[in-house]
């Protein structure tokens, strides 16, 4: 089969590959159909945080069909359409029964040694505890409803741990930074949960337009000191509730300085450098989050998106074949994408 492998900085290929089989009676194979490139498979292509090893298979994002079944999955049958979490889990440990998938004690990411999303196909282990099972009426020859579904994979699941770990409510007033595709998902996310006044902080025009689509009242394109300063007029001394979508040492610095005295700052940008705690400490801010238990939030989000109470497909905006995902690469590197769909 083909898929994507990472060969470097800004050197992934698509290539021949062992194909993706059974290998324990838990397992079933995925023939995807859809994968996304996602803003933290940067960090790799930009030699930074080696999220794929010195060379391995790519890609955390996909969804498609279940092509073979292992003989102890209950679940799942040939034929299925499922969604995958952008990390495998057993579905039955403390930590899967708590809603942390995550940290489940036999789970694990997709790519590296294991099979990746951008390609052909995916041996998905703990299965039953990992896929979700699309209805079997949902059309996803409809583009836009395709890649609404896609990213449920973990961008929209992401934006909604932002905001639900930022404390987001009903009326709130919520402060979302950064305006890529999970900044965005953020503003959708504390959208649907009922936040008043959102204000986003980014500076590219194409994203900010989706953002005022998305539900976002302000906008601060200002930085660093600046951004803060602009935030706590706007705020009269800060918000309550901040999603940190960037993960950058400046986003987070920038998360904290924009939060109200005793608020909480729901961060789930992957952390690239260390800060201070200081001003944490100083004002007894709330730092909650981290990386998002998307098998958690993916079957209510996937009933919303299926409802038409939420769109997050305007994040994807560029669509590519499998031999297009190099490309798409670099499209993001170069911020000509927000987001790249790969559809097979
Ligand atoms: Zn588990």
């Known amino acids: 089969m083909r898929a994507t492998v990472f060969h470097g900085t800004r050197d992934v290929r698509v290539e021949e590959v062992p194909d993706a089989t059974l290998r324990e009676p838990t ?4 023939r995807v159909t859809h994968a996304c490139i996602c803003g933290s498979d940067l960090w790799p292509y930009r030699g930074e945080l080696l999220i794929y090893g010195e060379t391995g298979r ?3 994002e996909f969804m498609g069909v279940v092509e073979d079944v292992g003989a102890e999955v209950r679940t799942l049958k040939k034929g299925d359409r499922v969604i995958a979490p952008f990390a495998f889990s057993d579905g039955v440990c403390e930590y899967c029964s708590g809603g942390l998938h995550t940290s489940c004690v036999q789970g694990g990411y997709w790519g590296a040694q294991n099979d990746g999303g951008q390609g052909e196909a995916v041996r998905v282990p703990w299965a039953d505890g990992t896929l979700v099972k699309l209805p079997g009426e949902v059309d996803l020859t409809d583009s836009r409803l ?3 579904v896609a990213t449920l994979t973990d961008v929209m699941c992401t934006g909604h741990h932002a905001a639900v770990s930022a404390g987001v409510g009903p009326g709130a007033t919520a402060v979302v930074v950064g305006d890529g595709a999970v900044g965005l998902c953020g503003v959708l996310a504390a959208k649907r949960l009922g936040a008043e006044r959102i204000i986003v902080m980014g500076r590219h025009e194409d994203r900010l337009a989706v953002a005022r689509t998305f539900g976002a009242t302000d906008e601060v394109r200002e930085r660093g000191a600046e951004a803060i300063a602009r935030v706590q007029e706007l705020t009269g001394g800060g918000a309550p509730h901040v999603l940190e979508c960037v993960g950058t040492g400046q986003a987070t610095e920038t998360a904290i300085g924009v939060c109200r005295a005793g608020g909480t700052v729901g961060h789930v940008g992957v952390p690239a450098e260390p800060i201070s705690l200081m001003d944490v400490y100083g004002r ?12 958690a939030y993916q079957p209510a989000l996937l009933a ?4 038409g109470v939420i769109d997050p497909s305007p994040v994807l905006d560029v669509t590519v074949g499998l031999d297009g995902v190099p490309g798409g690469y670099a499209a993001m590197d170069e911020r000509r994408a927000i987001k790249v769909l790969v559809e097979l």
């Open 146 to 148: 395709a890649a609404a």
């Open 284 to 295: 007894n801010i709330a730092l909650r989050g981290g990386v998002a238990p998307a098998r």
């Open 27 to 30: 397992d079933v194979v995925v």
């Open 58 to 60: 790519t890609g955390h």
């Open 304 to 307: 919303d998106v299926l409802a």
